[in-house]
């Protein structure tokens, strides 16, 4: 089984994972006048960390396009069911600054961005 897939089809495997998880509170959350903080949690989403060392331009193209439409479905390893699970995220900024590129050596310096739980 691949490390990640997006809408069904593996990836390459990423250099760096990163998964992270984010409380979403309720509009009315917040400290009161005695300081303590009333949270009142309605969610949890997750986060991960991507990138790729030193991809050649095909390679880093096919993660960027993978990765391209508004929405993507994602299967990944995660640790906090520890299971391999499908979700929905949508990409943040994408980057990808260029290390080398002359005749026989073109590769990008990484290709990295976060998704992000719908």
């Not at 030193?54 to 520890?82: G, K």
């Amino acid at each position: 089984m691949a490390f990640l897939a997006v809408n069904g089809v593996a990836v390459k495997t990423p250099s760096k994972c990163e998964w992270g998880l984010q409380d979403i509170s309720a509009s009315d959350s917040g400290r009161t006048q005695d300081a303590m903080m009333h949270k009142n949690r309605i969610a949890q989403k997750r986060t991960l960390k991507l990138a790729w060392n030193a991809p050649i331009p095909a390679d880093a193209a096919a993660i960027l396009q993978a990765f391209n439409p508004e929405y993507v479905s994602v299967t990944y390893h995660d640790p906090m069911d520890n299971a391999m699970e499908t979700r929905t995220f949508y990409v943040g900024d994408r980057s990808s600054p260029f290390k080398q590129w002359f005749a026989g050596g073109k590769r990008f310096d990484s290709v990295s961005f976060d998704i992000i739980e719908r």
